[in-house]
């Protein structure tokens, strides 16, 4: 499962670098370089047989009744993105190092950083889509992250929150998208997506499918109208802007168009949605990009127009623009991050990034200005540059439009477009190096550290090396791109630098003349501009948008909440017991079945009176608490007797061993509760509850008696039938809970485990003063810890420790389990720490009962994961019968491993929640009868 | 024997509804403690009342209780002490935190 390892590389290198980063800051860096180069290296093997023509798709069982599989896929398309990823990625941890200063925390920064990678390398090599979304998600929440990576600034903070909700949104759409195109081809497999094209786009779903699905491309994508979230995420630090919107996040989009291209392209809706957005943000970004006086800004803008060239080349359509666009993916990702970079080291070595204070740098950073220089030429397509190359098919591919009557647009949007792209291109070098000499700058500007510009060097030289021999450097990996994304041939394309005089190379001079007049004659536009500001303030729009949505909430919550709980629950019984009776009215079903009754003997009744009598004593006497605790355990016991009556052994265990283990808790709490409860209702407002509460009874009763009355027919023939043969146990509950319902279990013992560590930062560093009087007043007796009462439960332990291992080890066949022996230890071990004081335990008992939960997590997992070793889906079990000395035949099944996870997280939940209130009880301040008893008014 | 788990039920419920519908914490735990009773016990006999037939398989017998609602109501039981632990504590943070256990956080 090479894929799969690739993509959780990062993942798990994200934990090592945080851990690692404890040692030293510069660990951290030296770390993620290993993890993204381990990542690389993995990949660079499975690329021979791409570059081969093969298309790699591996897969692991994970719910395969709904069509979900954890599946990976590398063809050209995916290897492309994949090692942009990768290799801009390892420049970027490069450049990071020598950017952070010494107060950013190294680690935080690459975990971070390493969690993103994972998650878009997750995006450009899966092969199911439903898990192309999930990291499609996981990309917004890394991104969120890392943009918000300096918490203290306030715009980091509503930059990171307006990407996530922009981007999330449109997660939700695609996730929309994707169920209607899984439920139009059948299947969620790209494989199949790809080839079903006909299908799709025939089918009456298309439309809103359509829509769906680039509702979430293009608000990845920054395309406008969403593109306001992008030049807010410029607060993110210049590292991670230069990685976001180069290579990765902003990229996933053109890449999601790149990947359905051959399914959902070659209709007019397509054309018209995609090359429509596409257009206009490729104009309205060129302008304001042109307008920006923040570096940043500007490559943030430029970057956006950059895109929408991208989505423009896609919804033209045509195999040609196809190859152009993913050409453009490359040199995009290549020329902008080293833009960002340079701008980064301009930020760090001057300390603004104001176009309006920076001029003349190139006589401080000669290196730098000349690396910058190029790379700009290179985005305002200059020849002899990358940028060129895949700027001239675009401009061929744009006359495509005159097909179409309003096409004539297209070439014209085209070239404006590139005017603004040269005139700020020139902007970004002619004003920042150049342009006379710096004045009033907050530090006096040198070259940066040799390394730092290492990084922008590299890409500096592919840009020329591309840009001057196109075909030995690019060609091959782009045809091969090309061809996944087309899936077909890919057309003929010549990547030679000049074409002869045709219209394209006039565009291009137009561009590049144009550009010139626009940037020295800027002072017009400028104050044109200013004029008009403010015309296009999508954030405005966005922020009143939030506030509406907020005050929207207010008011409902207002409407609904009326600050008593009381009140609510009341109106929530009332409304049930409403729906009840009016569904049994308007049903003509009689109440009492047909089924032939049970016989009451003696035994039964008097159970149920004494369980009926202790339950309504509860109420009674629920003022005085202590009391109705102890009717309370009555009841429970009534209860575990009506579970053995019928036939649920398994049940009375557990409901036996969790009423003691609650009730130990309920005094354990009760103790800094006060003793009673006063007596604050009306005797109207009792009567009323009592009415409530009695026709709630009432009505639950009828439903029992409605059902029990009726003949059953059960759905457990299945499991009752395959217990033994399948799942390899006699104890069918068992075998459901480890077994045939692993999952639900799984998700349970996680539920617990949460429940656990919720309760346990509750109670961290909560301080009550319990009462040292019992009700009547008197002290409470001195002697905590009763000799006999210690010595007993100490002697009992092993005894209660043997039993408890018994039960999990026949839990298969015979009454017993995970759960039920991980009560009976918690039950054990919490006898020890109430006989003889939480600290005298705790001594004996190091284990940190964290741990145990989280080791119980694990094996439960590694169960469920060990079935994939062997090519089962996720959790199937196996069994096998051992002949072991002197116990004799021994069944061995590897549900009783995930038996033994759950038996962890048990003990450890229990254990933990128990705990954590009695060192509440050793933090209480309760010697000294002086102080006054707290007294509660009756 | 229909009837009289019907009427235990209805208890249970009843008892339940009445303390959830008090002003204090504690009494509002011990009636949700009632509802999972009930819900428990609800759940396991809409498996009908089978006696004496648990459904552990062994060889020759052919009848058994459903297992099904067992298997539900056995991680029911699980949870439900987790969620009535955690309503607990919540309680005790309540009353740390606003110096009473009223249930809106207030004498009334």
């Given at each position: 499962m090479n894929l799969l390892l690739i993509a959780l590389t990062p993942f798990i290198g994200a934990i090592f670098v945080a851990v690692i980063s404890r040692l030293g800051r510069l660990h951290a860096a030296w770390a993620a370089g290993a993890v993204t180069l381990l990542s690389l290296i993995l990949l660079l093997p499975l690329a021979v047989d791409t570059f081969a023509g093969q298309t790699l798709v591996q897969r692991l069982s994970w719910i395969p009744t709904v069509g979900l599989d954890v599946a990976f896929r590398l063809d050209g398309l995916a290897l492309l993105f994949a090692l942009l990823i990768l290799g801009i990625g390892l420049l970027i941890i490069l450049y990071a190092r020598y950017y952070?200063?010494?107060?950013?925390d190294m680690g935080r920064f690459y975990a971070y950083l390493l969690l993103f990678m994972g998650s878009m390398l997750g995006i450009a090599l899966s092969e199911n889509i439903i898990q192309l979304l999930i990291f499609w998600e996981l990309t917004s929440l890394s991104s969120f992250l890392l943009i918000s990576y300096w918490q203290h600034r306030h715009e980091s903070r509503s930059g990171a929150r307006m990407a996530l909700a922009v981007t999330g949104g449109g997660g939700l759409a695609l996730l929309g998208g994707f169920l209607l195109l899984g439920e139009i081809v059948?299947?969620?497999d790209l494989t199949v997506i790809l080839a079903s094209g006909d299908i799709i786009r025939a089918h009456p779903f298309y439309l809103p499918m359509l829509i769906l699905v680039l509702l979430g491309a293009f608000t990845k994508s920054a395309q406008f109208p969403f593109h306001f979230w992008l030049p807010n995420a410029m607060a993110a630090p210049t590292p991670v802007s230069a990685y976001l919107h180069s290579a990765t996040m902003v990229k996933a989009g053109v890449f999601l168009l790149a990947r359905l291209f051959p399914a959902l392209s070659g209709t007019p809706e397509w054309f018209w949605l995609v090359s429509t957005t596409g257009l206009a943000t490729l104009l309205i970004a060129a302008l304001i990009a042109f307008f920006k006086h923040d570096l940043k800004g500007l490559l943030a803008y430029s970057t956006i127009s950059h895109l929408g060239l991208i989505t423009l080349l896609f919804g033209i359509g045509t195999p040609l623009a196809a190859v152009a666009g993913v050409f453009h993916i490359i040199n995009h990702a290549i020329f902008k991050a080293s833009l960002f970079m340079a701008a980064g080291i301009i930020d760090h070595e001057t300390g603004t990034r104001d176009m309006r204070r920076l001029r003349g740098l190139w006589h401080f950073m000669p290196h730098t200005a000349l690396l910058a220089t190029v790379a700009a030429a290179s985005m305002a397509g200059v020849p002899l540059f990358n940028g060129f190359l895949s700027k001239e098919m675009f401009f061929t591919e744009t006359l495509y439009g005159f097909d179409y009557s309003w096409g004539w647009l297209l070439p014209a949007g085209a070239t404006l477009a590139g005017i603004f792209a040269v005139a700020y291109s020139l902007r970004f070098i002619h004003n920042v190096f150049f342009n006379g000499i710096p004045v009033d700058l907050p530090k006096t500007p040198h070259e940066p550290p040799r390394w730092m510009k290492v990084p922008v060097e590299v890409l500096v030289a592919l840009c020329l090396l591309v840009g001057i021999f196109p075909v030995l450097t690019v060609e091959p990996i782009l045809s091969l791109a090309a061809a996944s994304v087309l899936q077909g041939p890919v057309p003929e394309y010549n990547l030679a630098i000049w074409h002869g005089f045709n219209t394209a190379l006039w565009m291009s001079v137009i561009a590049l003349v144009g550009g010139g007049l626009v940037y020295f004659r800027r002072h017009l536009i400028f104050r044109l501009h200013e004029q008009l500001s403010?015309?296009?303030?999508?954030k405005k729009g966005y922020n009143q948008l939030i506030e509406k949505l907020f005050r929207f909430s207010t008011v409902v919550t207002r409407l609904l909440d009326t600050h008593s709980l009381q009140r609510m629950l009341f109106v929530f019984m009332l409304f049930i017991m409403a729906l009840g009776v009016s569904g049994f009215i308007a049903g003509d079903a009689l109440l009492t079945g047909d089924r032939a009754l049970l016989p009451v003997n003696g035994v039964s009744l008097l159970v149920a009176l004494m369980l009926m009598i202790a339950s309504i004593g509860t109420v009674f006497l629920h003022q005085q608490r202590l009391v109705a605790l102890i009717l309370l355990g009555a009841v429970g016991l009534g209860v575990v007797l009506i579970f053995v009556k019928f036939s649920a052994p398994d049940l009375a265990l557990t409901q036996l061993s969790v009423e003691v283990v609650t009730i130990v808790l309920l005094l354990l709490a009760l103790y800094f509760l006060p003793q009673y409860s006063p007596a604050e209702s009306s005797k109207l407002l009792k009567c009323r509850d009592a009415v409530v509460a009695i026709a709630a009874g009432g009505g639950v009763a009828a439903l029992v008696w409605a059902v029990l009355t009726r003949p059953q027919q059960t759905i457990a023939d299945y499991f009752l039938a395959n217990s033994v043969t399948g799942g390899g146990g006699a104890n069918v509950v068992n075998v459901i809970l480890v077994d045939f319902r692993g999952y639900d279990t799984l998700g349970e013992i996680t539920v617990l485990a949460l429940a656990g560590l919720g309760i346990y930062a509750m109670l961290d560093q909560l301080q009550l003063i319990g009462s040292n009087r019992d009700v009547e007043g008197r002290l409470w007796n001195?002697?905590?810890?009763p000799v006999i009462m210690a010595t007993f439960t100490r002697l009992l332990l092993p005894l209660a420790l043997l039993v408890s291992v018994y039960i999990l080890l026949r839990g298969h066949n015979m009454p017993g389990g995970g759960f039920i022996a991980g009560l009976i230890t918690a039950a054990a071990l919490i006898m020890q720490y109430l006989a003889n004081g939480v600290a005298w335990t705790q001594q004996r008992l190091p284990a940190n009962v964290h741990s145990v939960i989280g080791y119980g997590l694990l094996i439960a997992v590694l169960t469920g994961l060990a079935s994939w070793l062997f090519g089962?889906?996720?959790?199937t079990s196996t069994f096998s019968h051992l002949h072991w000395p002197l116990v004799g035949e021994f069944e061995l099944a590897s549900a009783m491993a995930f038996d033994l996870g759950v038996y962890l997280v048990v003990v450890g939940a229990t254990l933990l929640i128990i705990i954590n209130l009695g060192l509440m009880h050793s933090r209480s301040p309760h010697s000294g009868a002086r102080k006054p008893i707290r007294k509660w008014k009756h | 024997m229909e009837a009289l788990i019907a009427l235990i039920l209805g208890t249970l419920t009843a008892c339940g509804v009445y303390l959830i519908?008090?002003?204090?914490t504690f009494p509002v735990v011990l009636g949700l403690t009632f509802l999972s009773y009930a819900v428990n016990l609800f759940l396991l006999v809409m498996g009908r009342l089978t006696i004496g037939k648990p459904p552990i398989i062994m060889e020759g017998v052919t009848d058994y209780a459903d297992p099904l609602p067992q298997a539900l109501v056995l991680t029911a039981i699980v949870i439900g002490f987790a969620m009535t632990a955690f309503v607990i504590v919540l309680s005790l943070k309540a009353q740390a935190e606003l110096g009473n256990d009223h249930v809106d956080g207030k004498h009334k």
């Open positions: 952070l200063s010494e107060r950013d059948g299947s969620y403010d015309r296009w303030e999508f001195r002697d905590m810890h089962y889906p996720f959790l | 519908l008090r002003g204090r």
